[in-house]
């Protein structure tokens, strides 16, 4: 019993420590993505897991605002008619997007990173 609850500890710990990995595909994906008065457009954005994924951020709307991801990465706040490219990095699973400025993500400006495949 003793060897056994080893083994047990041992999967658990090796199954926490791996968390999100993938192999990285060689490919970008390039994506435009505008705002209209409080939304991203497109909100949906879907990438094929592994892929370094790029975002041109241009802020089309009419106050600041920024797009934040929950990896991490984000555009500086922008000025209407400002655009910032987005290295978003390597794709590994879905993610959260928003606006970072005031309540600007409880009135809708949130945006999801699909991870396909
Ligand atoms: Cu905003």
């Avoid at 949906?44 to 897991?49: F, G, I, N, T």
């Avoid at 975002?55 to 500086?76: M, P, R």
């Avoid at 409880?106 to 495949?117: D, I, K, N, Q």
Wanted: net charge negative.
């Amino acid at each position: 019993m003793k060897g056994g609850a080893l083994v047990a500890a041992l999967l658990l710990l090796s199954g926490c420590a791996s968390g999100p990995s993938v192999t990285p595909t060689g490919n970008t994906t390039e994506v435009t993505v505008t705002v209209d008065g409080m939304r991203f457009v497109p909100d949906v954005v879907e990438v094929p897991v592994g892929d370094e994924l790029v975002i041109t951020f241009e802020n089309t709307g009419t106050e600041v605002h920024d797009l934040t991801l929950e990896n991490g990465k984000s555009s500086a706040r922008l000025m209407p008619d400002e655009t910032e490219v987005i290295d978003a990095g390597i794709i590994a699973e879905d993610l959260d997007g928003w606006c970072s400025v005031s309540n600007h993500r409880a009135m809708g400006m949130e945006l999801t990173v699909r991870a396909v495949g």
